[in-house]
């Protein structure tokens, strides 16, 4: 959920504050950082800093803010979306200030300048920080687009200008992907090339948030004569507060989802939320022919203009056989890879910014497990310390001697439920078990043909609770995931707990508080 604490001198300052789906619970909830650790180290931040407007970056800052009260710093694409959020909420915006990237600012012992850096949202941010005599750069996610649609490609003298610096903290979640990750322009050919080939009306979906996307589909639909509606809430929200900062002066008249049956089909390209399978979204209306105010016909095209997220690929993928049961052409990520650019820096671009920046030290963040372990193994060639792959609720110590993991906190769940923020009760057990300690679990999981695979490290911290023999605990996992037959992973989720809970009171003296998270991950790719 991307909230990073930096505390230097007795001062803290926090990084993003964003929140996350919690696909394995019913009705997938929200969930929030937990503030228990903030709270046990009598920690409050006295700024936040946001890097941009991903709901992955700014997702909780409405529900957690009203802890610290400190000064907001953002963008203007990411304060508008903000104070949308804070409006919501019935929160003042008062403490949302605006930084135009490229400016510096103060707090406390620390100084940070914004600098500019593409990614699949505009005005995304590195914060270069100096705190003492440190020099430490936070990248947010990033990659090198030299043709970004929206906004400038990244200036490279201002990055030779930061070298060297004691610590990047750096994504990592396309570090095992050779080369260097396409370019938005790249995309908008292939958007035009593919729409020209289309008769009928052509629905377009993609994140919401990626603005140079919806350009890029806006000059493909003038070029082939047709006109554009939105659907779905998210992208409204966006395109409105893109549009009053001027990124979007480009966009022709739209016409309301209402009228679209008055128009010939092809002369129609509607741009539409819900590319993950999302069970209320505009897509999936589309797919049920539930919408009221359109049916598609077989002659109609859908372009998946967005990648699967990880969890998501059996809902995607149901979502795609209607649309063909319907007579629909469907494009995507399989069959046309060319129409959608990853957001992240593959190992070609990581290795380009640390010859800029020249790190001593990286400390990899973002992506899995075997993502920080590949962003390790390329600052290792590089000639940079990369001793640590950090895991949630780690207390990380950077100083003369480098970097060193000084504490472990867990963090159990907060999920957000009827506008409270409430902590997730661990599984349920029988009552005549007396629970003693916590175990806190994390089990990465992906999906195939055939069923689910454990993918990675099995994610454990036994606190407090009677030995567990993790070895015969992760065999007997794997066995349980061939097994469970399930579509989603709610549904896994709901077969896999009472299996847990009956496996842990058979092997373990006491049977401790049991916190279960199941997290959607990438298959690794040869």
Not at 11 to 40: F, S, Y
Not at 145 to 154: C, R, S
Not at 342 to 367: F, S
């Amino acid at each position: 959920m991307n909230f990073t604490l930096y505390g230097f001198a007795q001062h803290w300052i926090a990084i993003d504050c964003g929140m996350m789906i919690r696909q394995d619970l019913p009705n997938t909830p929200l969930q929030v950082p937990n503030l228990d650790t903030l709270t046990t180290l009598n920690i409050t931040p006295e700024a936040l800093f946001i890097t941009h407007g991903h709901e992955d970056h700014i997702g909780a800052v409405a529900w957690l803010w009203p802890h610290w009260q400190c000064p907001i710093y953002a963008t203007p694409l990411a304060a508008g979306l903000l104070r949308l959020k804070f409006a919501e909420h019935g929160l003042k915006h008062d403490a949302i200030k605006v930084v135009e990237p490229g400016e510096a600012l103060t707090s406390g012992p620390f100084t940070l300048r914004y600098l500019n850096l593409t990614h699949s949202i505009p005005e995304s941010c590195a914060l270069m920080m100096l705190a003492g005599d440190y020099r430490i750069l936070h990248t947010g996610d990033w990659k090198l687009d030299a043709e970004p649609l929206v906004g400038k490609p990244v200036d490279a003298a201002q990055f030779r200008a930061l070298a060297p610096v004691d610590l990047i903290v750096g994504d990592s979640t396309n570090a095992p992907m050779p080369g260097h990750s396409g370019s938005e322009g790249d995309v908008a050919r292939a958007l035009a090339k593919t729409l020209s080939t289309c008769k009928g009306r052509v629905v377009v979906s993609c994140f919401a948030s990626n603005v140079a996307r919806i350009v890029a589909i806006a000059r493909a639909a003038q070029r082939c004569g047709r006109r554009i509606s939105l659907m779905g809430r998210s992208m409204e929200r966006m395109v409105t507060v893109a549009r009053g900062l001027g990124y979007l002066d480009e966009l022709p008249p739209l016409v309301p989802a209402h009228d679209l049956g008055y128009l010939p089909p092809e002369e129609v390209v509607i741009i539409a939320t819900g590319s993950q399978g999302e069970p209320r979204a505009a897509l999936q209306r589309l797919a049920q022919g539930r919408h009221p105010f359109v049916d598609l016909q077989p002659d109609d095209s859908i372009i998946f203009s967005a990648k699967a997220i990880p969890g998501n690929e059996r809902p995607i993928e149901r979502l795609k056989k209607r649309f063909t049961q319907l007579g629909v052409s469907v494009y995507d990520e399989f069959n046309h890879p060319e129409l959608h650019a990853t957001g992240h820096p593959a190992h070609d671009e990581l290795c380009t910014m640390y010859r800029w920046v020249k790190p001593k030290h990286l400390l990899p963040v973002h992506g899995e497990a075997r993502h920080q372990q590949a962003h390790q193994a390329i600052a290792t060639a590089l000639g940079i310390e990369a001793p640590l792959a950090p895991l949630n609720g780690d207390m990380v110590r950077f100083d003369s001697r480098g970097l060193q993991c000084e504490a472990r906190y867990p963090q159990p769940p907060c999920i957000v439920n009827q506008n409270n923020v409430t902590p997730h009760p661990g599984l349920e057990a029988p009552s005549h078990n007396q629970r003693r300690g916590s175990l806190y679990l994390a089990l990465p999981v992906t999906a195939s043909e055939t069923g689910w695979w454990r993918i990675g490290r099995l994610m454990l911290d036994n606190a407090g609770a009677s030995p567990l023999d993790e070895d015969s605990f992760s065999d007997w996992l794997d066995e349980q995931l061939e097994e469970i037959h399930a579509d989603t992973l709610a549904e896994l989720r709901q077969e896999l707990q009472p299996r847990i809970i009956a496996w842990l009171a058979e092997h373990m003296q006491h049977l401790p508080e049991v916190h279960l998270q199941i997290m959607a991950a990438e298959m690794p790719t040869s």
